[in-house]
């Protein structure tokens, strides 16, 4: 069993087959078929100089290198890291810069990363600019003598905007830029920006990849064998590894990454098509509905369209607060991406520090609930939304008999 990820051109097997095997062949110590949790810290040497490409786990552990190779091998790229959280690989990637350096991001760009950027990495001496992902002149102004890195998430939380990658990817190579893409909403399944033209690829494996709400993970994915070397120097120099329990359970979950991704899509489509007729809703974000303002490109660059929905509640505040807090379903809490349907009202948990007058202009109004749709039967997904939608005026519906019968 190698360490290393001699992964180029790996491109023999479809997806759902290399989810299953790839890094994944029997241990070859004693034939187990499912990948061992190796729970060691450090490997003995054979002799002085010679151990069998094991060292010490911070740098090297057999589970994690499996990992390693599987979502490398999804992504087609050449490399993957495994790293502690999705934050701690958003961090190896900006440990790539030096003071002075200069970020292009996303403006709605995942919280905690706003957060590492803003509250940990600007008082290094880096300095981030915010701007529309979709505008791709807006990131061509935003370029200085000082930029290194472009930072982007398609599709965005919690709005589902989309950036064109193919196109950012050529004015970051033409500028000599890093282009680093947040995939974790689409999963390589449904969007491999490596091929589209990103440097870099960086996932929350809390995610869709790990599928079951049970782990904290990241990784960081590359075909550059330069960014890869400094990539893995940090990787282990600043030592934010996830152990080996938790990458057999990200290995575990990547196993079932197609056939859950298909489920989350179509329940997600039921989903979304019921909301876009009901009277309670006023607007629907979804890539996959053709109102989405970019759905041509969600088409082409992407092979679907995931499992997240978010949509207006006609009412503000009181009717979204209304729903979020009476679904039996849909539970209410942050994250997103496992088998279990989960609901959040954006406004006033994932961006409640952020100012009303600054989250409004983004479409963050008060009325936002974000969906993360699972792999329930989506015949009751529905029914839990329906039955505590607000209805139009004259309608009669379950939740008001509910309240009224607690009334009385
Ligand atoms: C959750 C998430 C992160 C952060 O990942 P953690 O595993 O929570 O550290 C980063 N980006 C996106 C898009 C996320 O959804």
Known sequence: ??????????????????????????????????????????????????????????????????????????????YCLASASGLSAAATVINLLSAGDHVIVGEDVYGGVYRLFE??????????????????DAIERAITPKTKLVWLESPTNPLLRLADLRKVGELTKSRGLIFAVDNTFATPYFQRPIELG???????????????????????????????????????????????????????????????MKEHQSNAFAVARFLEQHPGIEEVYYPGLESHPQYDLAREQMKGFGGVVACVVKGGIEAARDVVSNTKLFQLAESLGGVKSLICHPASMTHAPIPKEVREP?????????????????????????AVLPRAKGFSNSNEKQLVGANA
């Open 362 to 386: 983004l479409g963050i109004v008060d009325g936002l609930i974000r969906l993360s749709v699972g792999i329930e039967e989506s015949e009751d997904l529905i029914r839990d939304l329906d």
């Open 119 to 136: 509250k940990v990495f600007s008082r290094y001496g880096l300095t981030f600019t915010y701007i529309d992902g979709k505008d791709i």
């Open 198 to 260: 990103a440097d870099i690829v960086i996932h929350s494996t809390t995610k869709y990849i790990s599928g079951h709400s049970d782990i904290i993970g990241g990784a960081v994915v590359t075909s550059n064998d330069e960014l890869y070397e400094v990539l893995k120097f940090h990787n282990n120099a600043v030592g934010a590894v996830p152990g080996p329990f938790d990458c057999f359970l990200a290995l575990r979950g990547v196993k079932t990454l197609a056939l859950r």
């Open 1 to 78: 069993m190698s360490q290393v990820n001699p992964t180029a051109g790996r491109q023999e097997y479809c997806f759902a087959t290399k989810a299953i095997h790839e890094g994944q062949e029997p241990d070859p110590s004693t034939g187990a078929l499912i990948t061992p949790i190796y729970q060691t810290s450090t490997f003995v040497l054979e002799e002085l100089g010679k151990n069998k490409g094991y060292q010490y786990a911070r740098t090297h552990n057999p589970t994690r290198s499996a990992l390693e190779e599987c979502l490398a091998s999804l992504e087609n790229a050449k």
